[in-house]
């Protein structure tokens, strides 16, 4: 299932990415996929930002702002008035943005 199309804050480094495959085997809902001795994002808005890629990575090549995810970005967007729910860039000064 995915959830809202661009606003997870998932990234994944290839470079540093060794082929340990513990993302394949930690991410709920197949995030990942392998891809030539590595592993790329195949279906990013699937994730739920739970973090447990990034805490079992041992290159450090996955970063991800463990929370609420799209939840966040609903929230926001409701309590902001807005029609189009998204997680934007423009964190303000009270960073309530689910991406700051």
Do not use: W
């Not at 990234?11 to 990415?17: E, F, K, N, S, T």
């Not at 041992?58 to 807005?82: E, M, N, Q, T, W």
């Amino acid at each position: 299932m995915e959830y809202l199309k661009n606003v997870v804050t998932l990234a994944l480094d290839p470079d540093r990415c060794i082929g340990c495959k513990m993302c394949l085997e930690v991410c709920p809902h197949q995030v990942f996929v392998e891809a030539n001795q590595k592993v790329r994002l195949a279906h990013k808005d699937k994730c739920i930002e739970c973090g447990a890629c990034q805490r079992n990575c041992p290159a450090k090549a996955i970063s991800v702002k463990a929370g609420v995810g799209c939840a966040a970005a609903v929230y926001f967007s409701f309590l902001k008035g807005k029609k189009e729910i998204t997680c934007g860039s423009d964190c303000g000064d009270d960073n309530t943005s689910c991406c700051c």
